[in-house]
């Protein structure tokens, strides 16, 4: 630590410049030392045990917990500095569950989560990465607010709503989708003067028909994953109009056939359609230009028409707009393993759908290395504002190892 506290104090001054208290950029500057120094639990009271002098046990946990500090001006002073740094081609969406034995902490309930992958008790958070292949960080998060705990729902929980002002959610927050809390989190970095044209995105935003609308609406290309239940016409479908026999309602154009599975589709197209690609360099030791061994797999990439009644009614004229599909289909597998949807142009290349479908390995990495490294899940206290502050705080110190492999990286590979 002693060889980089000056280059962190020098970048926690940048992060909390707006501060307008020098106890909170002291602070700020101290919790983030915490979350960095070697030791396990990252929660308030063992960090301040590492802290030596600084380790004031009680002001750590007033400037995470109770300090009037907001964090979206943090979080835009690091999409600023990252996208400078990082270079992103893409935004990356996805959520994390934060597990809990209690029921206590804010927006907890009995709910899925890929960290357990299963049904469990915890908190889930979404978050918004600015990648790139060979970087990424963490910019945004919404904390998930099941119905459970929201007051004008069904589903309420007396239970929970009872909690709701003691763990200080505000008053007029309710339960929002999650895709709905990522394209809200794509219009405040959209609002900080962060662009970036496209976003990367698994099956559970990709099958939300909604949220791949929003980002045609914000002028956004997308490249998400797809459940294998998704239906479409193929490319070469063209709708026609049947006779009016001269009584009843005029008939409407429609499609020939029924609409498939994205997964008959690309089963149909058979095994002389896929191509095999390379797209990145892994960890483990190979022939690549850096020692590494790459990334290789078979893919089928396919026009079609996505169907379904919401995309009817967001049309147009009566023709289903085009857009890819792409499956992975590796040499020894029965039938293709992983689908994904983009609306990126129809010239564009199969290796690079293939690596930006293969880019969210990235918001992976970043969860792990905040998990197990940062702290992220460590978060002890029971509030709303106090767990948007600690994932906030966990991102700039992670920007902050970012920052350190960047500069020692050969210019142009991973920083993983």
Not at 88 to 101: E, Y
Request: aromatic share 8%; with cysteine.
């Amino acid at each position: 630590m002693d060889e980089v506290r000056e280059d962190l104090e020098s970048f926690a001054a940048e992060m909390f410049e707006a501060f307008t208290r020098s106890d909170q950029r002291r602070w700020g500057q101290v919790y983030l030392r915490g979350l960095l120094l070697d030791g396990g639990r990252k929660s308030v009271e063992p960090m301040a045990a590492r802290l030596g002098e600084d380790g004031n046990r009680q002001a750590l946990a007033h400037f995470v917990t109770s300090s009037p500090w907001d964090p979206a001006h943090v979080r835009a002073r690091l999409a600023w500095r990252m996208q400078t740094e990082v270079k992103p081609t893409a935004l990356i969406v996805d959520d994390t569950g934060f597990l809990k034995d209690g029921d206590a902490s804010a927006c907890v309930s009995r709910q899925y989560t890929g960290t357990a992958g299963k049904v469990t008790n915890c908190q889930v958070g979404v978050s918004l990465h600015l990648a790139c292949d060979h970087a990424s960080t963490a910019v945004d998060w919404r904390l998930f607010l099941p119905k459970s705990w929201d007051p004008a729902s069904e589903k309420a929980e007396p239970a929970k709503v009872a909690r709701r002002e003691r763990c200080q959610i505000p008053v007029d927050l309710g339960h929002v989708e999650k895709w709905q809390l990522a394209l809200d989190m794509v219009d405040e970095t959209r609002s900080w003067g962060v662009h970036v044209p496209l976003v990367v995105a698994d099956a559970g935003y990709g099958d939300a028909v909604a949220f791949r609308l929003g980002l045609n609406e914000r002028g956004l290309n997308y490249v998400v994953g797809i459940s294998t239940t998704l239906t479409a016409q193929p490319s070469s479908a063209r709708p026609f109009t049947p006779p009016y026999s001269g009584t009843g309602r005029p008939p409407v154009a429609r499609y020939p056939e029924p609409a498939k599975s994205v997964k008959a589709l690309a089963v149909e197209a058979g095994r002389t359609a896929v191509r095999p690609v390379s797209w990145r360099e892994g960890s483990r030791p190979g022939k690549g230009r850096t020692g590494l061994k790459r990334m290789y797999s078979r893919f089928v990439a396919l026009r079609i028409r996505p169907a379904g009644r919401e995309i009817r009614d967001a049309t147009d004229g009566v023709e289903l707009p085009e857009c890819w599909l792409l499956a992975e289909w590796p040499a020894q597998a029965p039938e293709p393993v992983q689908f994904w949807l983009s609306d990126l142009p129809a010239d564009t290349p199969l290796t690079t759908l293939v690596r930006l479908a293969k880019l969210r390995w990235r918001i992976e990495h970043d969860y792990r290395e905040m998990k197990q490294a940062l702290g992220l899940a460590h978060f002890e206290g029971r509030t709303y504002t106090g767990w948007h502050h600690h994932v906030t705080l966990v991102a700039l110190a992670h920007a902050f190892c970012t920052l350190r492999r960047l500069a020692r990286a050969p210019k142009g590979t991973a920083v993983a």
